[in-house]
């Protein structure tokens, strides 16, 4: 399991904490996550994996607010360029 955004015996907090969460998976044609709740020193945050790329990011509870500030160009810049930089297209 990676645990980026973790490090050192927070990162193996995180591991052993995350198997007494309950595991959420949601999919369709397009995609597959594994969403489940970690407890670090810091507090909790959001695990997210994707089991077809072998990716994973945790996200503290700001980082999750902060997607609901954004607007829909940013999520289709962000699937129009997945690994890459994010560059929304502001002229449409």
Known sequence: MS?????GAAAADAVAAAADEPV???GNEFA???IRKVRTRNGARLLIS??????????CPLE???LTWQTEEVFSAMIGNPYGPLEVDRDG
């Open 32 to 34: 597959e996550v594994r």
């Open 50 to 59: 994707s089991p077809r790329s072998g990716r994973e990011v945790s996200l």
């Open 3 to 7: 645990t980026e955004g973790l490090s």
């Open 64 to 66: 999750l607010e902060a």
């Open 24 to 26: 959420i998976e949601l």
